[in-house]
């Protein structure tokens, strides 16, 4: 049980990691280095993880109705790729017990700095919403991209929300705003999926989850709120931002080895 300065550090780190994932995802790699540092240096990881899945569920669930009651996103086209999400995070949580998932940071790494380098190239990308498929080959590809970003989120998870948004704003022409909202919906399905498996096999802590998953809620309302309010251009700049600070965080952790 960590000291109370460090639950309450815990819950603002959560607070936080809650209105950033809810605009473009990352809120993983607030949260699970936090985490890291708090909790005792043996702490199992599909315990870490857990906890920070009941953690997620509660950002996510918040910012996707949110998200949802806005009508950014009719819910006809969440209904695929949330089911493939989840179908995709059974996977990752049954292969989280069996590897360990640090051989995957060089490869976000590697993943991250071309979405940020395509992103800045193309500064007109993902602020009008001009969808590139029809709508049951979008809906086929949406799901597609879901079933593979959801076993990455059961296994792993840091930056999906990121990468989820990117995919569908590069490859199906959604903007920033719209692309988000999926992308909320998506998370959700995967995160109360893995959310769901970890605390049956017991991987998490109560007492650190519960309070963290309060402020989380918070936060992903208030930063679906700020989302929908801005627009897809704000979503953007807000998007490179977070991309680019996942990068250093990401680098440093490969660097110390």
């Known amino acids: 049980m960590p000291s109370l ?3 309450v550090l815990l819950m603002l780190a959560a607070l ?3 209105f950033v994932d809810a605009i473009v995802g990352g809120g993983g790699l607030i949260t699970i280095p936090a985490l890291m540092i708090a909790l005792p240096s043996g702490t199992p990881l599909p315990t870490l993880l857990g906890t920070n899945k009941v953690v997620a569920v509660t950002g996510t669930t918040m910012a996707a109705g949110k998200f ?6 009719s819910w006809r086209e969440m209904i695929g790729p949330v089911a493939a999400s989840g179908l995709g995070a059974s996977g990752g949580v049954w292969l989280t017990y069996r590897v360990h998932g640090d051989f995957l940071r060089p490869v976000m ?5 071309v979405m940020l380098a395509f992103t800045l190239l193309k500064p ?12 049951s080959h979008q809906r086929g590809l949406a799901a597609l991209i879901a079933l593979c970003l959801g076993f990455y989120d059961g296994f792993f998870g840091p930056g999906v929300g990121s990468l989820l948004i990117f995919l569908f704003v590069a ?15 998506v998370n959700w399905a995967s995160n109360l999926t893995a ?4 605390v049956w096999q017991g991987s998490w802590i109560p007492s ?3 309070g963290m998953a309060a402020a989380n809620g918070v936060g992903g309302y208030l930063g679906a709120h700020v989302a929908l309010s801005k627009g897809s251009r704000w979503v953007r700049s807000v998007f490179i931002g977070v991309v680019g600070a996942l990068i250093l965080r990401l680098g440093w952790q490969i660097l110390r080895g």
Not at 172 to 177: A, K, N, R, S, V
């Open 195 to 198: 959310m769901g498996l970890f």
């Open 5 to 7: 300065p460090a639950l």
């Open 208 to 210: 650190v989850a519960l």
């Open 68 to 73: 949802l009651r806005s009508g950014t996103l």
């Open 171 to 185: 490859i199906l022409g959604f903007d920033f705003l719209r692309a988000s909202a999926l992308a909320k919906s």
């Open 109 to 113: 790494f590697g993943l991250l700095l």
């Open 16 to 18: 936080l990691a809650g």
């Open 124 to 135: 007109d990308m993902g602020n009008l919403h001009a969808p590139r498929f029809g709508l």
